[in-house]
C-alpha cells in the first residue's frame, strides 16, 4: 500500500464549522489531490498541489481551500461546512502530473464526512 | 462539455465468465486512459494503464482495449471470480492537463 494516511477518518459536523482534513505521505511523491466522492458522480477533484506552496483549483473548488507547508502534508479546509460538503474525500499522490504523463495515482483510505 | 460514461452502473456475472465493462467519452482527446478498482470502503487502485497509440493492454486476466475512432474503452475480466467484485473506473488524461478525469463507476458482482 503506498503510505497515505488520512485523518480523521470518520467525522460528524455541525453546518457552519470550519472542517480540515489532514493528508500525510512517506512517498515523497511531488503531486497531491483532494478528491470527493459521491454516488452518480464518481471522483471529482477539489484541488491539487504541485509542490510546496504550489496549489491549483479542479473542477469543485468552491468551499474549499488548501494549504501543503511541507512536501508530506496536504491539508484540505472547508471553511463553513454546509449539507452539501458531506461526502467521500480521498487524497491521492503521484509522482509527476498524472494528466501529463499517466503517473499512476495512488488513493488514501478516504474520510467520510458527515454535515449536519 | 467534456463527458464520460461507463456503461451500466451495476454489472451481475457468473462465475468463470467474461466480465466486459465499457467506458465511453466525448469532447475529448485523451492520450491515455487508465483502469481503477475500487471496494467498499477503501480507496481507488491502479490496475492498467493504456496509451491512445496502443489498442490492447494485458495483465494476468485482464485485458484492456481503446478505440479512439469509437472514443470508448472496454475492460475485460475472464475467468471471473467472486474475488473480482468490486466498482471499476476508468480515468482519462489528456496530456495537456494536469489532472485524470474520472468515469462514475461501474459495480461488478460476480455471483458463485
Known amino acids: 500500500d503506498a503510505g497515505i494516511t488520512q485523518s480523521p477518518r470518520h467525522k460528524v459536523t455541525e453546518t457552519g464549522t470550519p472542517v480540515t482534513l489532514r493528508c500525510h505521505q512517506t512517498e515523497n511523491h511531488r503531486y497531491m489531490y483532494w478528491y470527493r466522492q459521491d454516488p452518480g458522480h464518481g471522483l471529482r477533484l477539489i484541488h491539487y498541489?504541485?509542490?510546496?506552496?504550489?496549489?491549483d483549483k479542479g473542477e469543485v473548488s468552491d468551499g474549499y481551500s488548501v494549504s501543503r507547508s511541507k512536501t508530506e502534508d496536504f491539508l484540505l479546509t472547508l471553511e463553513s461546512a454546509t449539507s452539501s460538503q458531506t461526502s467521500v474525500y480521498f487524497c491521492?499522490?503521484?509522482?509527476?502530473?498524472?494528466?501529463?504523463?499517466?503517473?499512476?495515482?495512488?488513493f488514501g483510505e478516504g474520510s467520510w464526512l458527515t454535515v449536519v | 462539455s467534456q463527458k464520460i460514461e461507463q456503461n451500466s452502473e451495476a454489472l451481475n456475472i457468473q462465475e468463470g465468465k467474461t466480465a466486459t465493462l465499457t467506458c465511453n467519452y466525448t469532447n475529448y482527446s485523451p492520450a491515455y486512459l487508465q483502469w481503477y478498482r475500487q471496494d467498499p470502503g477503501r480507496g481507488p487502485v491502479f490496475l492498467l494503464l493504456i496509451r491512445e497509440n496502443e489498442k490492447e493492454k494485458r495483465k494476468e486476466r485482464l485485458k484492456v482495449t481503446f478505440d479512439t475512432t469509437l472514443k470508448q474503452s472496454l475492460f475485460h475480466i475472464t475467468a471471473s471470480q467472486p474475488a473480482d467484485s468490486a466498482t471499476y473506473l476508468c480515468a482519462l488524461g489528456s496530456g495537456s492537463a494536469r489532472q485524470l478525469t474520472f468515469g462514475s463507476g461501474t459495480q461488478l458482482t460476480v455471483l458463485p
Open positions: 491521492a499522490i503521484s509522482r509527476e502530473a498524472t494528466g501529463v504523463t499517466g503517473n499512476t495515482i495512488y
Open positions: 498541489s504541485y509542490g510546496v506552496k504550489d496549489t
